[in-house]
């Protein structure tokens, strides 16, 4: 017995001091409990998982803050500021961005069946949408993008902290982030895999990213640098389409967010991205989204146009800037 105490005791010792480590480091933030995931701008800190952050920023206020519209997309969503999208919404509306990096079509489901099943309030809706968010069914692997474990019932839990202990534990992050917290450096070399700065205000009552850093310095004339202008690359002048990509996994899980916004009674709009790309979404999808949800809901930017023919509308070749966003509000609502 004596044997076998100290053979098992030699076996788990190491896996309780790596449990230990993830536990007390927690550096993705998504063992203890946080009134605030995000420090202050000009700060580091390592990328967190927006689809948690969101998630569970939304479980520590609903009850008190009483969210009543939502904002579903990816990164690129986070631009529609909720100052200006609740001048086209009745008094005392109170919005939440729910977004998640990377979303999928499959999280968004997923987070409309969560606020609902916990009959909450859905008034009013923006669901922006691009074909990378429609054709992803499933959730996206990397602990950047895990889907939250509230969403899921806690089916992928093991999974989800899995992914962040092999985070946590790997040679490119661990030993930077010690450092960092141990010497205060903040050597360039900590910016390439472990950290990143951030240049943004941040807004935990309605989950909301301001990159107010970015905005000046494209005021200032200093931000197109010829290292930003080399990921605007040149693009063809024939118009393209993105492949279909809603099919019969999507076409489940849009029929049930339409039978959860009419259950609701949400008012809602439908907006296809301006990527940079200029793909325009596929005719076959966009009709598709039209007939499920009316096609004075659904407003297409994708392809090209005058947004996305001038990249000073952009950051980078992937997000868009501020005053777009609020342009489309603008022409959505008026219409």
């Known amino acids: ?8 005791l030699k076996f788990f010792t190491p896996l309780l001091v790596v449990l230990m480590i993830y536990a007390w480091v927690d550096p993705f933030k998504v063992i203890w409990h946080y009134d605030n995931f995000y420090e202050q701008s000009n700060t580091l800190s390592p990328p967190l998982d927006k689809d948690y952050v969101s998630t569970t920023n939304y479980d520590n206020l609903y009850k008190d803050e009483h969210y009543d519209s939502f904002i579903f997309g990816n990164s690129r969503s986070i631009f529609y500021e909720t100052a200006i999208w609740k001048k086209y919404l009745p008094a005392n509306s109170k919005p939440y961005h729910f977004d998640a ?11 409309v069946q969560y606020i609902d099943r916990k009959n909450e309030k859905m008034n009013n809706v923006l669901l922006v949408l691009d074909h990378l968010i429609l054709e992803r069914d499933k959730s996206l692997d990397g602990h950047l ?8 019932g806690y089916n992928n839990i093991a999974n989800f902290h899995l992914q962040f202990l092999r985070a946590t534990l790997s040679y490119e992050f661990l030993p930077i982030y010690i450092e960092h917290k141990v010497t205060g450096k903040l050597e360039p070399y900590m910016t390439e895999t472990a950290l990143r700065p951030i240049t943004y205000q ?6 909301e990213m301001r990159h107010i850093a970015d905005e000046k310095r494209i005021a200032d004339g200093t931000f197109y640098t010829p290292d930003v202008m080399k990921v605007f690359h040149k693009r063809e002048a024939v118009q393209k389409c ?3 990509v809603i099919k019969k996994n999507q076409k489940e899980m849009l029929s049930e967010i339409a039978r959860i916004f009419k259950k609701q009674g949400t008012k809602y709009k439908i907006i296809i991205n301006p990527l940079y790309d200029q793909q325009k979404l596929n005719v076959a999808d966009l009709a598709y989204l039209k007939k499920l949800f009316g096609s004075e809901t659904v407003f297409d930017f994708s392809g090209i146009n005058s947004i996305t023919e001038d990249y000073r509308n952009y950051y980078e070749n992937s997000h868009y800037r501020p ?13």
């Not at 017995?1 to 098992?8: Q, V, Y």
């Not at 990096?101 to 987070?111: D, F, L, N, R, V």
């Not at 993008?145 to 899921?152: E, K, M, R, V, W």
């Not at 941040?202 to 989950?207: A, E, G, I, L, R």
Request: hydrophobic fraction near 40%; avoid cysteine.
């Open 202 to 207: 941040y807004d935990k009552y309605t989950n």
């Open 242 to 244: 993105s492949p279909v």
């Open 145 to 152: 993008f895990a889907i939250s474990p509230q969403l899921t």
């Open 1 to 8: 017995m004596k044997k076998l105490f100290i053979l098992l």
């Open 101 to 111: 990096s990377a979303e999928t079509m499959y999280g968004i489901y997923k987070k």
């Open 323 to 335: 005053h777009v966003a609020t342009a489309i509000m603008s022409e959505i609502y008026s219409k």
